[in-house]
Every structure is written in structure tokens, then in C-alpha cells.
């Protein structure tokens, strides 16, 4: 294997945010969503993520549905300030668990990525002032290989933008503050019918071109020894 050759399947890939930063780390992505994806910008399977053939890659990326663990911000409007104290708790799937399951089988290096409140063995969370980004947004991160450290503490000074809250809000400030120009906003019955490839969904490709930097050095030592 030639590590500029290396390949990447990216489960549950959404609108492609996590898979434009493992392209800029060097990887040759493929994702798969259960969803259309018109706006993803690399090579798409539409299917079950926890059905895909995962022969043929070298690592695997997976961001499962994160609704259920979302906490709600107290101006949501809504009955609940998380998904699972919620009467509603089945309407989104839990799969962070059979995930994790299907990439411990494979054999294969993996990151799993979800919001904070997920139930993941987290050993990283990453923000966008992290990386220079004018956007608060964490993410935790779990992979079976060492994830290092941070690239910097976070900086979550007043002028930081606020997808969640906050006056001035706009799907353009969005997407430039997270440095996903090509994804949409969607909203209401899009999200209601399953649409997930927009920009909420999307992480910045920052957080995955770090990390698959970090995954590219770790297969380069295993294909050497």
C-alpha cells in the first residue's frame, strides 16, 4: 500500500464536512449516507452505514446520528433540554453502540465522532477557535489509536460565533465561520424528513483534516513495521 493511496470510508457522511478535511489530510474518501447527499462533494454510496462493505479501506470514519444526544439550548422552545429525558426519545436511533460494534470487527484503525453528551470513550474534543475558526462548536472524538492532544485551548471570547444563539445569526455567517462554502441550511420539514446533509450537521473539516493527519502518520508506521 502506497500511503498516498490510502482510502477512507466516511459512515454517515452527511453533506461532507468531515470528509473534505480527511481529503485535505491526503485520503481518498468514499461516504455513505442512508440519506441523498446531492451536495456531497466526493464519491457516494446511499445506503445502511451499518450494512456497508468495508472492504477495501484502510481507516473508517463515523459519525452516527447525534439528535438523541443533543443537548437543547433553554431558548429551544421546546419540552426538553435533552433528547434522552424526552417522552420522544425514540424518535432518533441510537447508534453510536452498534457502531462502534461494526468498526471494532474490521479490524481497521477508526475514529468515531459525535456532539459532547454522546457515549463515546472520548479522548478528544476539538473546537473551531481551536484552529483559528471564528465558530463555538465541540465535538468529541473516539478512535482506536492515539488521538494526541488539541491544537491550542479554546478562545470563546464575546465575538466567536454562535450557530445555536444569539442575534445576527445567517446560513451564510454559518458556513464561512466553519469553512463548509458548499453545504446548504435547512430546516423544519427538511430535518423532520431526515435530510442531515446540511451545514448544522456538517463539523468543520479542520477537526477531521487534524485528525486524519494523525491517522496517516499512525498507518505509515504500521505499513513500516
Keep these: 500500500m502506497e500511503l498516498n493511496k490510502v482510502k477512507i470510508l466516511d459512515l454517515y457522511c452527511g453533506g461532507g464536512g468531515a470528509s473534505m478535511g480527511l481529503h485535505r489530510a491526503g485520503f481518498e474518501v468514499v461516504g455513505i449516507d442512508i440519506n441523498p447527499q446531492p451536495n456531497y462533494p466526493f464519491t457516494f454510496i446511499q445506503g445502511n452505514a451499518l450494512e456497508a462493505d468495508l472492504s477495501g479501506y ?4 463515523a459519525s452516527p446520528p447525534c439528535q438523541i444526544y443533543t443537548k437543547k439550548p433553554g431558548n429551544w422552545g421546546r419540552d426538553r433540554k ?6 420522544h426519545y425514540q424518535t432518533h436511533p441510537d447508534l453510536v453502540e452498534p457502531t462502534r460494534e461494526l468498526l471494532e470487527a474490521s479490524g481497521m484503525p477508526y475514529i468515531i465522532e459525535n456532539v459532547v453528551g ?36 479554546c478562545n470563546h471570547h464575546k465575538d466567536v460565533y454562535n450557530p445555536w444563539s444569539g442575534k445576527g445569526r445567517s446560513a451564510q455567517k454559518f458556513r464561512e465561520a466553519q ?15 431526515g435530510y442531515t446533509g446540511d451545514v448544522s450537521n456538517a463539523i468543520p473539516p479542520a477537526y477531521s483534516e487534524h ?5 496517516r502518520e499512525n498507518i505509515g508506521r504500521n505499513h513500516n513495521d
Excluded at 82 to 87: A, D, G, N, T
Excluded at 119 to 125: I, Q, R, T, V, Y
Excluded at 179 to 193: D, M, Y
Design 211 to 215: 485528525i486524519g493527519n494523525i491517522l
Design 118 to 153: 454522546a457515549p463515546l470513550d472520548a479522548a478528544l474534543l476539538l473546537c473551531g477557535t481551536m484552529f483559528g475558526l471564528n465558530i463555538l462548536k465541540h465535538r468529541i472524538f473516539e478512535a482506536n489509536f492515539d488521538l494526541g492532544f488539541a491544537p491550542a485551548t
Design 179 to 193: 469553512g463548509t462554502p458548499w453545504l446548504p441550511s435547512s430546516g423544519g420539514a427538511s430535518r423532520k424528513s
Design 82 to 87: 435533552h433528547e434522552r429525558q424526552s417522552p
Design 58 to 61: 484502510d481507516a473508517i470514519w
